[in-house]
């Protein structure tokens, strides 16, 4: 109610919305995926996913106040945890990538919105508050705090501040921009170093043919 203006009733979020109802039968799943009656979990969680569209394992570890807004084509992997408050839209998925094994599906932190369409692959974790922008495809960690958007997606903003790198995986972080800042002033010097040789090498061929003109005078 309090993250859909659409919804006009309590009533209604019950008895409509896809999204609450696959939820809520995720809950019952995974009490008995939990116990080990992994087959009546999956027959739980397959009826669910027959009448919502929703696929949620019931393996699968979902916090508090998961809101799944529309929720056709969701799909959440058998590994995937999922924090509280996080607000997840249409044909979202939080998948593998088919090389992992064990811990094959994505963590994602408190208080994360993931837009429509867009892709989590893989044992990588999202930050607490963090934004997916819609059809974005991430297959690298998202800290905390930020925005990723694109195929492969990359860090758009942190704490509302653009990053002055889109390096996914360090950055903001200035020891790694102080070292590139460093290597790229090395080069520089480098290549100036090299000219003035060059210049020196010349000159000093230069004087030594005025001065053999000068014993044939």
């Known amino acids: 109610m309090n993250r859909d203006p659409a919804a006009k009733s309590m009533a209604e979020v019950y008895f409509l919305y896809p999204g609450y109802k696959a939820v809520r039968r995720y809950r019952r799943a995974h009490w008995f995926y939990k116990r080990g009656l992994t087959f009546i979990a999956r027959i739980i969680s397959q009826r669910a996913k027959y009448r919502t569209g929703i696929e949620i394992h019931p393996g699968a570890t979902i916090g508090r106040e998961l809101f799944i807004d529309h929720g056709t084509g969701v799909v959440i992997g058998e590994t995937s945890v999922i924090g509280d408050c996080c607000t ?30 867009a892709k989590i692959l893989g044992p990588i974790k999202i930050g607490d508050n963090a934004r997916i922008a819609a059809g974005a495809v991430v297959i690298e960690d998202v800290p905390e705090n930020a925005t990723a958007v694109g195929v492969p997606a990359k860090i758009v903003r942190i704490n509302g501040i653009k990053p002055s790198s889109l390096d996914q995986i360090h950055v903001g972080d200035p020891v790694s921009q102080r070292i590139s800042m460093l290597d790229d002033r090395i080069n520089q010097l480098s290549d100036r170093v090299t000219r003035l040789n060059m210049s020196y090498q010349d000159n000093k061929e230069q004087k030594k043919e005025e001065g053999n003109s000068f014993e044939d005078l």
Do not use: C, E, F, S
């Not at 997840?88 to 369409?117: E, F, M, S």
């Open 88 to 117: 997840i839209y249409q044909n979202v998925t939080l998948g593998g990538t088919g090389k992992d094994k064990g811990k094959r599906h994505p963590t994602v932190g408190n208080n994360v919105l993931i837009g429509a369409g």
